[in-house]
């Protein structure tokens, strides 16, 4: 599976200056996504492509999910469009606006990332 790297354009995560990431562009890996880890690290994350810009296609399930996340709905510049804190077992989540990329994160990086802010998305 591919990995990138997550950087912030404006400034650091805090105590790191990156995220590490699993990257699903296909439609099986969009589905498995992180479904069925046990946890994940404040650094590390997922991003979800799709092909196309919409509401629709950007909807999250946290179906066997064992933890909540936080969720960052990004156009296809790689800003932020929108941002929810997804509780484990959540039916479903969508952004309120087209979205292209959905990045996946630990929730004490909720705070740390707004709306509006752009992200880098870089090959590891």
């Not at 296909?26 to 946890?39: A, E, T």
């Not at 077992?89 to 004490?108: A, C, F, M, N, R």
């Given at each position: 599976?591919?990995?990138?790297?997550?950087?912030k354009?404006?400034?650091?995560?805090?105590?790191?200056?990156?995220l590490?990431?699993?990257?699903?562009?296909?439609?099986?890996?969009?589905?498995?996504?992180?479904?069925?880890?046990?946890?994940?690290?404040?650094?590390?994350?997922?991003?979800?492509?799709?092909?196309?810009?919409?509401?629709?296609?950007?909807?999250?399930?946290?179906?066997?999910?064992?933890?909540d996340?936080a969720?960052?709905?990004?156009?296809?510049?790689?800003?932020?469009?929108?941002?929810?804190?997804?509780k484990?077992?959540?039916?479903?989540?969508?952004?309120?606006?087209?979205?292209?990329?959905?990045l996946?994160?630990?929730?004490?990086?909720?705070e740390?990332?707004?709306?509006?802010?752009?992200?880098?998305?870089?090959?590891?």
């Amino acid at each position: 599976m591919k990995k990138v790297i997550i950087r912030k354009l404006s400034e650091d995560f805090g105590s790191f200056d990156r995220l590490e990431a699993w990257y699903f562009e296909n439609f099986f890996s969009r589905l498995k996504g992180l479904m069925f880890k046990k946890n994940i690290s404040i650094n590390q994350a997922g991003i979800f492509v799709n092909k196309n810009e919409n509401i629709v296609d950007s909807a999250i399930h946290m179906l066997f999910m064992n933890f909540d996340i936080a969720v960052f709905w990004l156009d296809k510049k790689n800003t932020i469009v929108d941002k929810k804190i997804a509780k484990k077992w959540g039916l479903i989540y969508y952004p309120h606006v087209k979205s292209q990329k959905i990045l996946e994160t630990h929730t004490d990086l909720f705070e740390k990332l707004q709306i509006g802010e752009k992200i880098i998305i870089e090959n590891l």
